[in-house]
């Protein structure tokens, strides 16, 4: 599975954005999909994740209320929408793929099994 992650961008504080992460291959439905962010000086950490049918999702607690994540199979395509962002949510954002559809506390970023390359978002205060 091939993932390419696309949508960051600068976007003032309160604003919005929608990331997207487009798969290869014919299994998508196959893999939950995850949405991670890392800042400057800090581990990857889990954001918000989606069951292979899009029925189940789980978030992160800061994020909850304000990003959605959802999936579109049809197109291979995972999204995060965010939004009421804040200058803490700033980050290289990171999709990632795997079999499981992970607790919280188990969705680390060693239990994924690809990632895309990331896209960076700043929130300008």
């Known amino acids: 599975v091939q993932l390419q992650a696309s949508g960051g961008g600068l976007v003032q504080a309160g604003g919005s954005l929608r990331l997207s992460c487009a798969a290869s291959?014919?299994?998508?439905?196959?893999?939950?999909m995850y949405w991670f962010r890392q800042a400057p000086g800090k581990e990857r950490e889990f954001v918000a994740g989606i069951s292979g049918t899009g029925v189940s999702t789980r978030y992160e607690d800061s994020v909850k209320g304000r990003f959605t994540i959802s999936r579109d199979n049809a197109k291979n395509t995972v999204y995060l929408q965010m939004s009421s962002l804040k200058p803490e949510d700033a980050a290289v954002y990171y999709c990632?793929?795997?079999?499981?559809?992970?607790?919280?506390?188990?969705?680390?970023?060693?239990?994924?099994?690809?990632w895309g390359k990331g896209t960076q978002v700043t929130v300008s205060s």
């Open positions: 990632a793929a795997a079999r499981t559809f992970y607790a919280v506390t188990f969705a680390s970023q060693w239990s994924m099994d690809y």
């Open positions: 291959g014919r299994t998508f439905s196959t893999y939950a």
